[in-house]
């Protein structure tokens, strides 16, 4: 799959398979992958997830570090959720792409950023660099630990490319900062409502880093309705 594939957004509005109807926020043609992402189309989205395939998106779920526990320095931390595609209903493959069927916390949204970020690595986050005595000196110091490759260095570019397109030219034009060229991702997640989703509670969410070049902070805004 190349950054300008085509995929046909349905004008905003599609009866998949799942006997469900799938809304983009605004309606869109054909879009390239490339403008998928900056246009933030859910449509877009799933069709890209459908061409990877279940298995496929389950396992970089899965090796971006969503589901599992992080092991920041932190009590009380969750894994979040996600279903092994095993489990999966018939309506699966259009839900999770776009976020649905899913949990997931700020520190995983960060570190899976962060991968993009750095050039393709999930590292385990810590709060604390290092640990002083009185006097300043250092007594212990925490240093970068790699868990795994996820990207190669080639993708991470790519992808910090796209995502600055976000801010540049799409849904994320509000996270501009003088001086700074910012990349990231805009979310719009439903709550949950008496067991369903509602389509009037959200949280939005951006998770953005900067500069694109040569990222050095990576940051996660949420919105709780």
Request: charged share 20%; hydrophobic share 35%.
């Amino acid at each position: 799959m190349g950054l300008n594939d085509k995929f046909y957004c349905e004008n905003g509005a599609w009866s998949h398979g799942g006997g469900k109807v799938l809304h983009d926020h605004t309606p869109h043609g054909w879009l390239t992958f490339r403008q998928v992402i900056e246009k933030s189309s859910n449509i877009g989205t799933v069709k890209v997830a459908m061409k990877l395939g279940g298995n496929n998106l389950y396992n970089y779920i899965k090796r971006f570090g969503f589901g599992d526990l992080t092991d920041i320095d932190m009590p009380g931390e969750v894994p979040g959720f996600i279903r092994s595609p095993s489990k999966w209903s018939g309506t699966s493959i259009y839900a999770i792409p776009m976020g649905q069927e899913v949990t997931v916390s700020s520190i995983q949204m960060a570190r899976a950023m962060s991968v993009i970020a750095n050039g393709g690595k999930l590292m385990r986050p810590r709060v604390i660099q290092a640990v002083q005595d009185k006097h300043g000196e250092i007594i212990k110091e925490f240093q970068p630990e790699t868990v795994r490759e996820v990207l190669s260095e080639e993708t991470a570019a790519a992808m910090r490319d796209i995502l600055g397109g976000v801010v540049t030219d799409g849904t994320g034009q509000y996270a501009k900062v003088e001086g700074y060229d910012v990349g990231g991702k805009t979310g719009t997640s439903q709550k949950i409502e008496n067991g369903a989703y509602s389509h009037s509670k959200f949280i939005g969410s951006f998770v953005g880093f900067a500069p694109v070049k040569d990222p050095k902070i990576v940051v996660v805004v949420m919105l709780d309705q």
